[in-house]
């Protein structure tokens, strides 16, 4: 669904430019959430949120390429990140225009029935969406999804926790929340499993290197965790444990892919449908927009016994930024360099026409003297 979309001719060429142009990903953001996030890494998320409302509510491809082009030029346009989303609930709104045959100056007159519509389509028969890590992904895909299963690495590392009364399974083996805001369960997925995000990262005791476990960083992730250990007073023999079990876990969910994993179910499969509600005081594009914004909740369960419905894994910014090649390419993007570069596209050819330019001057110059 959503994978096969990304690997289209059109989606790819503004990826390419997404990562390598500040103009598309240097952005206001003004959410607090959100901050941990390299800029790329937040522009690349919206642009999947983007997607993923394209593939519910649009479909037909035969759009696709002048979809592209509006985002592209939102991305250069506008600097803030709130402007951009409010940007792409209008280009939305005009590309569902032209796919029910509702012509621009119809919107206002037909508003209720568009709504009613992207009500039907995206939210009543939409999703709820979760982000996993790549062994949970792995372990439950085509399967129902019950209470989580723990390595006993991870079992014995809360066992050892839990008598500092530190429980970093607490509310893990309790409940299973899904998002219907993809960009949330995307950020879900890239700090799962969450236990171990809470242990290094999400606690009280933490106040500098925030993006430790986000980025990977094993070393930074080992300093924080070194950090709420002495506060919780934890012996030596214990921390030395601790420790060990950490760096035994890691590689588990911590590798070269680090992709973005998720899962969806229909909500109807969870009997969690709200009503529609009209939208007389607002004109056509504001009222989608709220409308994209006031379904967004969550769902909050100790096991679903139904199956999921589809999954699929996305790359993050963070696998493109660490898997470039020589020749400058990951994973079939090409990465452009805009300065001066002898191995890019123009680079050989440029070097030639300067060498020729550069002898001609030269040639020049000595035909003077000699005349002189």
Known sequence: MLDNLIKTKEVQSLLMQIFNNPKYYDKTIEEVLESQFVLQERILLLFYDTLFKYQMLITDHKYLKEFMLSFETLLKRLDNVDDINYGVSKIIGKTILKKLGITPEEKEEKKEFVLKYVYEVYIKNGFYIKGLSRVDYYNIRGKSLNKNIFLPEVQELNEILSRYDFNILESQNNNITFNTDIIKACMESINSPIYLYDLVVNNSFISKNKDAYYLKDLQLCLDNLSIVLKELNVNDKDKKRIIKLFKKIWPFYNTESNNIYLIFIKRSKLNSIIEYKENFDFDFDEALYNLFNTYNDFYVTDNINEKI???????????????????????????????????NKYGKATLFILIGSLLIIIGVVFTIIFNL
């Open 309 to 343: 419905d589809f999954s699929c894994e996305l790359p993050s910014y963070y696998q493109y930024k660490i898997r470039k090649n020589k020749k400058n390419k990951v994973k079939g993007i090409e990465f452009i360099d805009d300065g001066f570069n002898f191995n």
